[in-house]
């Protein structure tokens, strides 16, 4: 038995055998033929071309339900029948005498280089279709296999060294137990949705590949990172047990999926999501959230070193309000901080970026990136289910100017003829004490607030959520903070608008009947925690709770 | 052989999807197709030749169709453009 340490991405504890996926760098070591072989080479090219235009249909009818992915698998149909390409790589392996994989690498090399130096924005992001399309190509020439055609087995564990996007969205839709990878983040696009699904992941685990072969047994402790090879008996049967107790835990939760939310005397809570890329709507769905109440969009920096542009937001944003529909889709604009778009827009270094140039002051500093987002969501608001929300906000100014530059990018669609919603409503992010103490105002300019708390206790305690030696000071429940939710709720309702909270808060158990005793209209929390949400405000009891509450101030103000 | 000017009307200008729809229905004729664009020729039965145009709103293209279904291919394109693909 041996334990190698790692870093949990997402909680629980899973058991299964190992399937390892290897997605090796495609090796070419033969770069020229002889005369003689050019035929032949010719011959290989015409038959690898159609085998993998055949893989893709298969791919077209069993996979992919939706239709981008559908239109994207087309357009590489397309670039594989392309006759420039049939014409260059012939002429490559004719006069040049080049290997078949070498000619094509040399081919795509060009094309994708040719497409990351366009101007053209739009164009410029097309060129991963090509490496997605050479990729697939070469792993057939090579007769590597291609981690797409990858059969994956049921409740395996997979270990690997890392994931692409494309990979995760093939593996997430299979039944595995777990993930353990090598290399990876908290962030990355894998982490997130193996989170949203509660989906023990581990990454960094050091030569775990070198560590295990297929059908091993293993077990991964994603509650504290470990992974442990070759567990003995005793080991299995204690973490049976543990499974065992979680897996009648979440039957358990699944009970309360199809039940109206509301209290036990029947006040309704609209519970909705907070989600960090589109691909969660999947697990959205399936939790029947109402609506989502938080889309960040900060992924769109993810993974690129160029600024979104706004086609592919619109694209994106119209999805989504498609697949929430008729529920609501809040989407937040970009609260991404200084220190992440220093390499993008030249900003100079922060000391202190948490008090920076971040969130709304990023928008209104750099009108164009700003600009791009609000078109982009006015034009997706066709149904009319989208609402925009402002991180950062710190004063009724930033709003106001915020609501003009929404009726600037309105009356520019407007001239240019493209068509957009421009009823769409606005909230605050209420995450700022400043923001708290003047919502009075802030209420009158917005159609409804949400309350961040997990920066608003960062805030008002000065203290960083990030930094554990200081844990202790980190209190959401400390008077200060629960004064300010409150202010911020009444002063809401004099204006008759509603408030939702979206921050970690909302999400933790302990806190719940408090909020719904603070008379909070919504929660919002992130799709692996929804339903666990929800059996507890099923469990609570309104008007208890708002008794509750007084006696928690009485005592609060009495320590 | 027939050729014929049109313009770029729909405002996103040649992004992948009029690429796409230009390239579907070109191949199903027999004639060759060309896109002239200043002073780039293309085959207009390639996705990446199209692509490559980076033709914006506004900009001027020739359309160049040579064999014996010439005519039909011209109309079918020329309507794509004058369509705006769909977008608007």
Redesign the interface.
């Given at each position: 038995m041996k334990k190698i340490k790692g870093v949990s991405v997402s909680g629980g504890v899973a058991i299964g055998k190992v399937q390892i996926i290897n997605q090796n760098k495609l090796v070419i070591k033969r770069h020229n033929i002889d005369k003689f072989e050019v035929e032949e080479e010719l011959t290989k090219f015409e038959d690898s071309i159609e085998h993998v235009v055949e893989e893709i249909d298969l791919l077209i009818e069993n996979i992919s339900q939706s239709k981008v992915n559908k239109?994207i698998l087309?357009?590489h149909k397309?670039?594989l029948?392309?006759?420039?390409?049939t014409a260059n790589i012939k002429k490559s392996i004719k006069t040049e005498l080049l290997s078949l994989e070498k000619a094509i690498k040399l081919h795509f090399t060009d094309?994708i280089e040719?497409?990351d130096n366009?101007?053209?924005d739009?164009?410029s992001t097309?060129s991963s279709?090509y490496e997605d399309v050479a990729y697939r190509l070469l792993s057939h020439v090579l007769k590597q296999n291609d981690h797409l055609s990858h059969e994956i087995n049921e409740n395996a564990i997979l270990v690997m060294n890392k994931i692409s996007p494309s990979m995760a969205t093939k593996v997430f839709k299979k039944q595995i137990n777990g993930l353990c990878m090598e290399k990876g983040s908290k962030n990355s696009h894998s982490s997130i949705i193996a989170r949203s699904m509660n989906l023990p992941m581990i990454v960094n685990v050091e030569s775990i590949i070198d560590a295990v072969k297929d059908e091993d047994l293993v077990i991964l402790n994603g509650n504290n990172g470990d992974v442990i090879v070759h567990p003995d008996d005793a080991t299995i049967q204690k973490y049976r047990k543990f499974v065992a107790k979680q897996d009648e835990e979440k039957s358990q939760l699944l009970k309360v999926v199809d039940l109206p939310t509301k209290t036990k005397d029947n006040k309704k809570i609209p519970l909705m999501s907070n989600i960090e890329i589109p691909d969660e709507i999947q697990q959205v769905r399936k939790v029947k959230s109402e609506g989502i109440g938080l889309f960040r969009t900060e992924f769109l920096f993810m993974g690129t070193n160029k600024l979104p542009i706004e086609?592919e937001q619109f694209e994106i944003y119209k999805k989504v309000a498609e697949e929430c529909y008729p529920n609501p889709l809040v989407i937040r604009t970009i609260d991404i901080g200084g220190d992440k778009l220093t390499k993008l827009l030249n900003i100079e270094h922060e000391v202190n970026p948490n008090l920076g140039c971040r969130g709304i002051r990023i928008s209104l500093k750099y009108d164009l990136i700003f600009k791009q987002q609000i078109k982009a969501i006015l034009r997706a608001n066709l149904k009319g289910n989208i609402k925009i929300m402002f991180p950062m906000i710190s004063c009724v100014a930033e709003i106001k100017k915020s609501k003009k530059i929404i009726q600037e990018c309105s009356d520019e669609l407007k001239v240019?003829?493209?068509?957009h919603n421009p009823n769409i409503k606005i909230g605050a992010m209420i995450e700022i004490p400043s923001a708290a103490i003047t919502s009075d105002l802030l209420a009158k300019e917005c159609d409804f607030l949400s309350i961040g708390t997990n920066d608003l206790v960062q805030y008002t305690m000065a203290v960083d959520r990030d930094n554990a030696s200081l844990s202790e000071y980190y209190q959401p429940s400390h008077l200060s903070v629960l004064r300010l939710i409150k202010m911020t709720i009444e002063n809401a309702h004099k204006e008759n608008i509603k408030v939702a909270l979206c921050g970690e808060m909302a999400s933790e158990k302990k806190y719940i009947k408090l909020l719904i005793g603070l008379d909070v209209d919504e929660l919002s929390v992130s799709p692996g925690r929804f339903l666990m949400v929800k059996k507890e405000i099923l469990n609570t009891n309104y008007e208890a709770a708002a008794k509750l509450d007084e006696k928690i101030f009485h005592a609060l103000v009495e320590v | 052989m027939i050729r014929k000017t049109i313009k770029i009307k729909n405002?996103?200008?040649m992004?992948?999807?009029p690429a796409?729809m230009i390239?579907?229905a070109a191949?199903k004729f027999r004639s060759e197709f060309k896109i002239v664009k200043d002073d780039i020729e293309i085959?207009g039965?390639?996705?990446?030749?199209v692509?490559?145009l980076?033709a914006?709103f506004g900009s001027t293209l020739d359309l160049i169709a040579d064999g014996i279904d010439e005519e039909y291919l011209i109309k079918e394109i020329s309507e794509l453009f004058d369509n705006k693909f769909d977008e608007?």
């Open positions: 239109d087309e357009a397309m670039i029948k392309d006759p420039d390409l094309v040719l497409f366009m101007e053209n739009y164009l097309r279709d086609e240019n003829k493209i068509k | 405002k996103l200008g992004h992948a999807r796409t390239v579907k191949t085959n039965k390639s996705i990446m030749g692509m490559t980076a914006e608007e």
